[in-house]
């Protein structure tokens, strides 16, 4: 583990030199929120921000990907799609990278999905510490406020400097070639440790059980009323998952030419919130209601995606709880009442 430090002043002199060669996407202001957008000048970067709209996991899992193109005219062609830009992403939290780990077990584990691992392997990852959590997140809780293993370059605000922690080649190369960095001392490493200690207790919302012991209240908890009063408020409008950095679920579609001598298959975002959604070609939907879709989607973020990739699909970034038109999304009131309701019997 090898640590640096450098200055802002020549932190900013140094995304001058990445945006000037690579394709470089960081966090800019645009009121009223904060999103990941491709920069053209290191002026356009805002480290020091509470939450983006939509997470960085957009750049590895588009709202829409091209699959494949064809050609009807005669003989059926094919040409594949795969393939990706090289960049750099700065200013991932990490909660974020939390869920970026999550895709990863999706995505490159038994079946490898080649869109999302081309893309994987050509985009740099430059995070930052998240000292100043905004009012909705609760990953001190989810055990997600600190990153894991997974990150090129990790940042930690020190003042007037940047700390950085060096986690692969790939950023071992990032600072030769771009950081005018110098090695940090143990005082600064130390620094840090503080300065992640004292966010701690910045965050305003938290979960009443450990995350560990989810799973074992939605065991208890599948016939709650609970479902019921906020299924009849749901709106099924999706926002909740549109903005959920863990979201995974997708549908394929196909388009043609007007001269329908060519066209394209891609995929695009989908949601379980959506009534659709669990609809079949017999007309049988198996979730109908919004109590149904509502309850699916905790269920899948609190144990389902657990059971499968070893991984609780829910970060505490409380994106969804800012989405929700009717206040109706939060997992943190969900989860502890039904641990409230399972000690009550």
């Given amino acids: 583990m090898e640590f640096l430090k450098i200055s802002k002043a020549q932190f900013q002199l140094s995304v001058g030199r990445m945006i000037d060669e690579n394709f470089v996407y960081g966090v800019k202001a645009k009121s009223p929120s904060y999103e990941f957008d491709r920069l053209f000048t290191a ?6 921000y509470n939450i983006t709209l939509l997470s960085p996991n957009k750049y590895f899992l588009p709202p829409r990907t091209p699959l494949m193109g064809f050609k009807l005219d005669g003989k059926i062609s094919v040409d594949s799609m795969v393939g990706a830009q090289p960049g750099i992403i700065i200013g991932i939290h990490p909660y974020d990278l939390h869920a970026l780990k999550l895709l990863d077990a999706v995505f490159l584990g038994n079946l490898k999905d080649a869109y999302y691992q081309a893309r994987r392997q050509v985009i740099a990852i430059i995070g930052i510490d998240c000292l100043q959590p905004w ?4 990953a001190a809780s989810m055990g997600t406020a600190f990153p894991p293993a997974g990150f090129d370059l990790w940042l930690t605000d020190t003042g007037d400097k940047y700390l950085i922690e060096v986690g692969s080649e790939k950023g071992e190369e990032l600072c030769r070639k771009y950081l005018d960095a110098s090695e940090a ?20 919302l938290s979960l009443d059980i450990s995350p560990q012991l989810i799973p074992e209240v939605l065991n208890s908890g599948w016939n709650s009323s609970m479902w019921e009063e ?16 863990t979201c995974v679920c997708f549908d394929v579609r196909d388009t043609t030419e007007l001269n ?3 066209g394209e298959r891609y995929r695009i975002w989908d949601s ?4 659709a959604f669990a609809t079949i070609a017999s007309g049988e939907n198996f979730r109908p209601t919004g109590t149904d879709r509502l309850r699916h989607r905790l ?10 990739w070893g991984r609780l699909g829910c970060v505490g970034c409380g994106r969804c709880i800012h989405a929700c038109l009717v206040d109706i999304a939060s ?6 009442r039904l641990a409230r309701e399972a000690r009550t019997g």
Avoid at 272 to 275: A, G, H, K, R
Avoid at 331 to 336: E, K, L, R, S
């Fill in 43 to 48: 002026d356009e970067l805002c480290l020091n």
């Fill in 135 to 138: 009012q909705y997140s609760f």
């Fill in 185 to 204: 001392g143990e005082i600064e490493v130390k620094q840090r440790e503080k300065l992640r200690e004292e966010s701690l207790s910045r965050y305003k």
């Fill in 230 to 245: 906020l299924g009849e408020k749901c709106f099924s409008c999706g926002s909740c998952t549109m903005v959920c950095p």
């Fill in 260 to 262: 329908r001598l060519s």
């Fill in 272 to 275: 379980c919130m959506f009534d």
């Fill in 299 to 308: 269920y899948r973020k609190g144990k389902y995606m657990l059971q499968r």
């Fill in 331 to 336: 997992p943190v009131y969900a989860y502890n």
